[in-house]
């Protein structure tokens, strides 16, 4: 199966400061990549839509200056989280599709704001 | 409608028992459902997925049965393991021209007993 990496796997930051999470595809090229978040005991959120080379689409409710997403390539997609409060402390997960129907997620990034 | 609804919340079974996750949906435009499997601390990884032109699809000891009049589809896990102890999601691509996202069920996390 395809594989998605992330960088880190978990980060603690002092309130105010912005945190870079790194997803990557390691074997396919990603036409699209999906950002989600995720808190303890329940669903998947999906934050936003990359695409190669232009901005992303961001779900309702998710603030696009504060989770700022770049997806630089077709393996690569950076969200960064700015001045990041204790209540951003999530599990962040990247996703990637290629050509075909199938979504392929990353480890995931545990984020801790203190 | 974009939900997906899934039920049990949770799910006990003994070894060898054959667990049954259940979801529906509104939205006659979706076209394509998969299931993944998550561990604690982990991203969901792909497990199987079926599109609406199929009843019925069988990959080791998962199976997906599809009921479209209904709006219903199942995981099945037969043969059920300790190892198969993990929250499973469904999940459903709206088609057309909303590129690629997927619409999550809440989540059921299932206990293989040994």
């Known amino acids: 199966g395809a594989v998605v990496s992330q960088h880190p796997s978990w980060v603690i930051c002092k309130s105010g400061t912005s945190v870079k999470i790194e997803c990557r595809s390691l074997?396919?090229?990603?036409?699209?990549m999906f950002w989600y978040r995720q808190f303890p005991k329940q669903s998947l959120m999906l934050m936003a839509t990359?695409?190669?080379?232009?901005?992303?689409?961001?779900e309702q409710g998710v603030e696009k200056d504060k989770f700022l997403i770049n997806h630089a390539s077709l393996t690569l997609s950076t969200l960064t989280v700015t001045s990041a409060h204790p209540e951003d402390s999530s599990f962040y997960i990247c996703s990637a599709t290629g050509i075909s129907y199938e979504q392929y997620f990353g480890p995931g990034t545990r984020l801790t704001v203190t | 409608q974009q939900q997906v609804k899934q039920s049990p919340q949770s799910l006990i079974v003994q070894k060898g028992g054959i667990p049954i996750i259940n979801c529906a949906y509104e939205?006659?435009?979706?076209?394509?459902f998969p299931w993944y499997q998550q561990f604690p601390g982990k991203g969901p990884a792909l497990l199987i997925a079926?599109?609406?032109?199929?009843s019925e699809k069988k990959e080791g000891r998962f199976t997906i049965s599809f009921n479209k009049s209904a709006k219903q589809f199942s995981l099945h896990i037969m043969d059920s393991q300790p190892g198969d102890s993990a929250t499973y999601f469904c999940?459903?691509?709206?088609?057309?021209?909303?590129?690629?996202?997927?619409?999550f069920g809440q989540g059921t996390e299932l206990s293989v007993k040994p």
């Open positions: 999940a459903a691509r709206p088609g057309g021209n909303q590129g690629g996202k997927l619409i």
């Open positions: 990359s695409n190669e080379g232009s901005k992303a689409t961001y």
């Open positions: 074997d396919f090229q990603a036409t699209t």
């Open positions: 939205n006659t435009a979706f076209d394509y």
């Open positions: 079926i599109r609406p032109d199929v």
